[in-house]
T-cell receptor, first 114, second 113 residues
């Protein structure tokens, strides 16, 4: 029974396309996040949502649009994909979004833009 | 400008010995620190944390040490076991405000039998 799940696990697409990555958590948490792990292996936060409300937006290009239909889901839609968007994207959740709350991560989605 | 750095990309340790992973940070506003462990094709999982009011936190074989004056923390694993082979990420945040973890780039630990 996966706590935080992401689909798809792998995504290969052409430059200029639009794609979405879905994330679901069954932990009953209020807060969800998207992280990007780039080629240098740093995990960097992109967005966080608390109960469907945007809390953190880390200077991410507006081609990236998170959507939270309910507090168990946080999807990431990317328009006009660029080569530099190739990375592993991780979804995570935590109980209330307090700094001391443990974050639980999904398995990641490897996006390759050709 | 990376605020959290792990300067050793990899570390190899004999089974049964101590593994020491290091992490440095630059932002003096950070007052909560965590270590995450990551196996291939999985997401990071929480391992241990420490707040700046302490200088040591222990959980079984894992101990985290914090040196605030040096802006340095380390994770000690003793004794090291083959299942400890993974990538270890250090992360930091400020307890005030929204939860925003800043991660290092990870250290790949290999435990040799």
């Amino acid at each position: 029974d996966t706590a935080v799940s992401q689909t798809p696990k792998y995504l290969v697409t052409q430059m200029g396309n639009d794609k979405s990555i879905k994330c679901e958590q069954n932990l009953g948490h209020d807060t969800m996040y998207w992280y990007k792990q780039d080629s240098k292996k740093f995990l960097k936060i992109m967005f966080s949502y608390n109960n469907k409300e945007l809390i953190i937006n880390e200077t991410v290009p507006n081609r990236f649009s998170p959507k939270s239909p309910d507090k168990a889901h946080l999807n990431l839609h990317i328009n006009s994909l660029e080569l530099g968007d190739s990375a592993v994207y991780f979804c995570a959740s935590s109980q209330e979004g307090r700094p001391s709350d443990t974050q639980y991560f999904g398995p990641g989605t490897r996006l390759t833009v050709l | 400008d990376q605020q959290v750095k792990q300067n050793s990309p990899s570390l190899s340790v004999q089974e049964g010995r101590i593994s020491i992973l290091n992490c440095d940070y630059t932002n003096s506003m950070f007052d909560y620190f965590l270590w995450y462990k990551k196996y291939p094709a999985e997401g990071p999982t929480f391992l241990i944390s420490i707040s700046s009011i302490k200088d040591k936190n222990e959980d079984g074989r894992f101990t985290v040490f914090l040196n605030k004056s040096a802006k340095h923390l380390s994770l000690h694993i003793v004794p090291s076991q083959p299942g400890d082979s993974a990538v270890y990420f250090c992360a930091a945040s400020a307890l005030q405000g929204a939860q925003k973890l800043v991660f290092g780039q990870g250290t790949r630990l290999t435990i040799n039998p």
